[in-house]
């Protein structure tokens, strides 16, 4: 490739270059091709993985739905006992005030 002359002077032989550099060419464009593919892959299954998430997201929010309605009736129980106690602590007390004024009566 390097050609040394008698005067002293050095020469480059470019013809000698060119099968190393056309294989150093082939083996970028294969890694290019194989990077490429990845990134096609990658892109496909981030895409999956967004689709999988958006799915879950749906099937959280329907379970968390279902969990607040499921409690909504234990909810409304538990105030309607409280009013109900309310209610009869109420009706004693009346029925005190009533039975000491004489005016008694039966619920």
Request: aromatic letters at 8%; charged letters at 25%.
């Amino acid at each position: 490739m390097v050609a040394k002359f008698e005067e002293g002077l050095y020469g480059v032989w470019y013809n000698d270059f060119i099968p190393i550099l056309t294989r150093g060419l082939k083996e970028q464009q294969e890694l290019i091709e194989k990077i490429r593919e990845e990134n096609s892959n990658l892109k496909d299954s981030v895409q999956e993985q967004k689709i999988k998430l958006s799915n879950f997201e749906s099937r959280l929010n329907k379970l968390e739905n279902k969990k607040i309605n499921n409690h909504l009736p234990a909810i409304i129980m538990e105030k309607l006992h409280k009013c109900s106690s309310l209610i009869i602590m109420a009706l004693q007390q009346y029925r005190a005030v009533t039975k000491v004024s004489g005016t008694y009566l039966q619920f």
